[in-house]
């Protein structure tokens, strides 16, 4: 109880100061929002308005072949190409606050793939036999496929309800227009090729998550099998674990100052405005996302009754990084080490979590419904209910085991918009406003990953009593 005490007393001051960060990020990046880089927005607002302006002028002329439709045509590349400019000029001014952020995910990145594989195969290994291994995966995925459904459908039952592309009456882009964004349609080859790694090295380098599982389940599955000999390199590697925990925790004391880096950074170049202008949109997604929050608990309730509320509060401070950050590898050891002290098993959690990275994003696999058909709903395309449920089977697909490819939610809806015809130039209409979205996501896939954890430990028989630290 006296190690307990200063442990607690610390988190709680790490969560104060994370707060802290998150309300001083916002009222500065208002700030500069107003001052520093207020030139450069009120140059981009008048710059938006020619691009439009540009557009209409293009659809009034029928001849493309004709010297002004082809004036037009260059005009419209000379604004974007101002307009790019201007970017990077204000993505400069705000660059210090970003760097501060970016160097945290950086080192959040450094630990993620050697904690997942080392703690994986620790717990594999203690597992045992292949069987066992089986049992345990058969449930976590069992869960996974039933919680991804669930996402999907609220998402679509929603935006249905709400119909919030049609409230916003937003201008719609050219179909021409490039996004930036690759989109990746489903392919098996393409599939298979990201499960299994050619090389655990490259994965690593990579933080190809869903690669590393598979060579870490492979890895324990034969240190159990080859019985005395296994055992001197399951405590190296718990060793190893235990070390990387370690250095987990001097980074995460650099929380407080990426939180505040990422919001400055945030507000200033998005400011107020597209709060505003997107805010029925926003509303409606947080909405969603928080009942979703409630269906996940309430399942979670199901299987282990009255503790998930004290989960739920354990994992606060992971979720409230995932969601500061944007990112919930950010939030991966602090959600595992907070799940052991509710009482989850190193086997189990060490096997689930990161699995529930590739497998198991419920935030991402809502807004994926939810921002697929808003689009839709923006072009004015009318989905009949058939082809929203075929939608959600190439989500389903397309969606598993890109984790780690940057802005990975938006390279699924691309090649999904391609799928149905409905035109992927929609995608500028979320761009501005993704990291706000993808903060919400984030939280979300922390909490729908614990709920997991907890729900697979109980089936197990492997949920211990709670820690009072």
């Known amino acids: 109880m006296e190690v307990a005490a200063p442990a607690s007393k610390k988190k709680n001051k790490l969560t104060l100061f994370i707060i802290i960060a998150l309300l001083a990020g916002i009222v500065l990046g208002f700030i500069l929002n107003t001052t520093y880089v207020h030139e450069d927005n009120k140059a981009l607002d008048i710059i938006e308005v020619k691009v439009e302006q540009a557009n209409k002028n293009l659809h009034l002329i029928t001849d493309t072949a004709s010297a002004a439709y082809k004036q037009l045509e260059a005009d419209k590349k000379a604004i974007t190409k101002e307009r790019n400019v201007i970017l990077a000029a204000r993505e400069k001014k705000v660059e210090p ?14 630990i993620v793939a050697p904690l997942v594989f080392t703690t994986l195969v620790v717990g594999v290994a203690k597992v045992g036999d292949i069987k066992a291994v089986g049992r345990i995966g058969g449930k976590t995925l069992l869960w996974f496929i039933g919680a991804s459904w669930m996402s999907l459908l609220l998402g679509m039952l929603l935006v249905n309800l709400f119909k919030p592309g049609i409230a916003m009456h937003l201008p719609v882009p050219e179909v021409t227009e490039s996004t ?9 080859k393409n599939f298979l090729h990201h499960v299994f790694p050619s090389s655990v090295i490259e994965s690593m380098a990579n933080n190809e998550i869903l690669q590393i599982v598979v060579f870490a389940l492979f890895f324990g599955v034969a240190t159990a099998a080859i019985g005395e000999q ?15 925990l370690k250095v987990t925790g001097y980074v995460m004391n650099l929380a407080p100052l990426a939180v505040f880096g990422a919001m400055t950074a945030i507000v200033a170049k998005q400011g107020p405005g597209i709060l505003k202008t997107y805010s029925i949109f926003i509303g409606e997604f947080y909405f969603s996302l928080f009942t979703l929050w409630l269906l996940l608990a309430f399942a979670g309730f199901l299987v282990v009754g009255k503790r998930i509320g004290n989960m739920i509060k354990r994992i606060k401070e ?44 419920d935030g991402s696999m809502m807004y994926m419904t939810f921002a697929s058909l808003f689009i839709a709903q923006s072009y004015g395309i009318h989905l009949d209910f058939g082809t929203q449920l075929s939608m959600l089977l190439v989500l389903m697909l397309t969606s598993k085991g890109i984790a780690g490819v940057p802005r990975a939610s938006l390279v699924v809806i691309a090649g999904t918009l391609a799928t149905f015809n409905i035109p992927e130039a929609g995608l500028a209409l979320l ?22 954890a907890v729900a697979v430990s109980k089936w197990e028989g492997e949920l211990a009593e709670e820690q009072v630290a």
């Open 97 to 110: 606050f970003s760097l501060i952020a970016d160097v945290f995910l950086r080192l959040i990145k450094m």
């Open 431 to 452: 761009l501005g406003i993704d990291p706000l979205l993808d903060m919400g996501r984030s939280a979300t896939n922390v909490v729908g990953n614990s709920i997991a």
């Open 180 to 188: 930036g964004i690759d989109k990746v349609a489903f392919s098996l």
């Open 318 to 361: 992971p979720a409230l990084l995932a969601f500061t950050t944007a990112s919930s590898e950010a939030a991966f050891p602090t959600t595992m080490e907070e799940l052991k002290k509710f009482g989850c098993k190193d086997k189990i959690v060490s096997f689930v979590l990161p699995l529930g990275y590739s497998f198991n994003l």
């Open 230 to 244: 296994g055992k001197i390199v399951i405590k190296a590697f718990d060793a190893l674990a235990h070390v990387i």
